[in-house]
């Protein structure tokens, strides 16, 4: 089994639906999740970041961690074509070390239909 | 002006080649990364550099070098390239070795014929 599980898609959409990606892991020491969004031919970029189990709420994007069930999710409201991209989890063990032990999902593509 | 910089975008080449990928920040962050992004979409780290300290991710052949001029490049040679070395490589940077942002280049896809 993989440290990190995500359904590469692709999922499909209509514009202004609420769209659920997720994440599952095996490592119950993960402390620290993000989630980030990668468009086509560019560089991924951050979009969530939260610690230990709980929710966290940026506009129309909420990220959710579930610890006990290691499982992670990430809600985008009022979804718009400029949300089509490539979301890609991940997660480590501790704050801080950049890079160091930070393991990636393989990314879910996004599709939403105008 | 474009944070984290990647040349060339594109690469095409031939089996058992030497190339070089190379990367410049203007941010002036400490710390710099190289990703590989293979076929079925795994981002994965080669290499950590900070202030001199190269931290290699032990997976990655020795055929592979990063090279520093100075804080804000950190070059990617690969030597005697392979099939299995085609895929997207990213390069990345933060502000220091404490911080979790990070910023992401544009990706160089390589190809090996």
């Known amino acids: 089994q993989k440290e990190v599980e995500q359904d590469p898609g692709p999922l499909s959409v209509p514009e202004g639906a609420i769209v659920s990606l997720n994440c599952t892991y095996s490592n119950s020491a993960f402390q620290y999740f993000m989630w980030y969004r990668q468009y086509s031919r560019k560089g991924p970029e951050l979009l969530m970041y939260?610690?230990?189990?709980g929710n966290k709420e940026d506009g129309r994007f909420t990220a959710q961690v579930d610890k006990s069930s290691k499982y992670i999710s990430l809600f985008i409201r009022d979804s718009q074509p400029s949300d089509s991209a490539t979301y890609l989890c991940?997660?480590?063990?501790?704050?801080?070390?950049?890079?160091?032990?930070?393991?990636f999902g393989k990314g879910t593509h996004l599709i939403i239909q105008p | 002006d474009t944070a984290v910089s990647q040349t060339p975008k594109y690469l095409v080449t031939q089996m058992g080649n030497d190339k070089s990928i190379k990367c410049e920040q203007n941010?002036?962050?400490?710390?710099m990364y190289w990703y590989k992004q293979d076929s079925k979409k795994f981002l994965k780290i080669m290499f950590s550099?900070?202030?001199?300290?190269?931290?290699i991710n032990e997976t990655v052949p020795n055929r592979f070098s990063p090279k520093s001029p100075d804080k804000a490049h950190l070059n990617l040679h690969i030597n005697s390239l392979e099939l299995g070395d085609s895929a997207v490589y990213f390069c990345?940077?933060?502000?220091?070795?404490?911080?979790?942002?990070?910023?992401f280049g544009p990706g160089t896809r390589l190809t090996v014929l």
């Open positions: 991940a997660m480590r063990l501790t704050s801080g070390g950049g890079a160091d032990g930070l393991t």
């Open positions: 939260t610690y230990s189990s």
């Open positions: 990345a940077t933060t502000q220091d070795r404490g911080s979790d942002t990070q910023y």
């Open positions: 550099y900070n202030n001199k300290e190269l931290i």
């Open positions: 941010l002036g962050h400490d710390t």
